[in-house]
C-alpha cells in the first residue's frame, strides 16, 4: 500500500471521528446520485423522482467540494442532469430520507476489504457479505439480513 493511501485513510479515519455527520451526510448524498446516475442510465423514472425527493437544493452545491467522492464527479454530472427536470421535488426542509450506514473500505494494513458502519463503527469483513467482488460495487448489500445502502470508497485506498 503507498504511503498516499495510508495518509487518505488516516485522514477519512479522523475526520469520520471529528465530523461523523458531514461525513455520513455527505457520503449519503453521494449514494444517491449514484442511484439517480443508475436510474436514469435504465430510464426508471420513478426511482429517480422518489430519490430526488430526499435531496435539497444544497446538497446539489456541497457534494462538488467533498473530497472523497471526486472520483464520482462524471456520474454525478449524468444524475444532476436527470434530476433537472424535478428540481421543483427538492426538499427544503433537513428531513432527506435514510442515511447511509455503510461503507466499502480497505484495510490500510492488510488486502481485507470490510464494511464499516458510519454509525457504530463496526466491521464486517466483505467475503461474509458478498460472493463476488461485481456484488461490492452495487447500491445495496444484505447485511445481517437486511438490505441496506452502501457506498465503495476502496477506489481511495480506503
Known amino acids: 500500500m503507498r504511503l498516499s493511501n495510508v495518509y487518505?485513510?488516516?485522514?477519512?479515519?479522523?475526520?469520520?471521528?471529528?465530523?461523523?455527520?458531514?461525513?455520513?451526510h455527505n457520503l449519503t448524498v453521494a449514494w444517491k446520485l449514484l442511484l439517480i446516475a443508475d436510474a436514469a442510465r435504465h430510464n426508471d423514472q420513478e426511482t429517480?423522482?422518489?430519490?430526488?425527493?430526499?435531496?435539497?437544493?444544497i446538497d446539489l452545491e456541497t457534494i462538488w467540494s467533498f473530497d472523497l467522492t471526486r472520483i464520482y464527479h462524471r456520474r454525478f454530472n449524468a444524475a444532476v442532469d436527470a434530476i433537472r427536470p424535478y428540481f421543483h421535488y427538492l426538499q427544503a426542509t433537513s428531513d432527506c430520507g435514510p442515511s447511509l450506514e455503510w461503507v466499502l473500505v480497505q484495510s490500510v494494513w492488510s488486502d481485507y476489504i470490510y464494511?464499516?458502519?458510519?454509525?457504530?463503527?463496526?466491521?464486517?469483513?466483505?467475503?461474509e457479505v458478498f460472493s463476488t467482488n461485481a456484488e461490492?460495487?452495487?447500491?445495496h448489500a444484505t447485511i445481517q439480513g437486511v438490505s441496506q445502502p452502501i457506498l465503495s470508497l476502496t477506489h481511495l485506498g480506503l
Open 8 to 24: 487518505q485513510a488516516a485522514q477519512f479515519h479522523q475526520e469520520l471521528t471529528a465530523k461523523p455527520e458531514y461525513i455520513r
Open 48 to 57: 429517480i423522482i422518489k430519490t430526488v425527493r430526499t435531496l435539497r437544493p
Open 115 to 127: 464494511l464499516l458502519s458510519l454509525e457504530t463503527g463496526e466491521c464486517i469483513i466483505a467475503n
Open 136 to 139: 461490492m460495487y452495487r447500491s
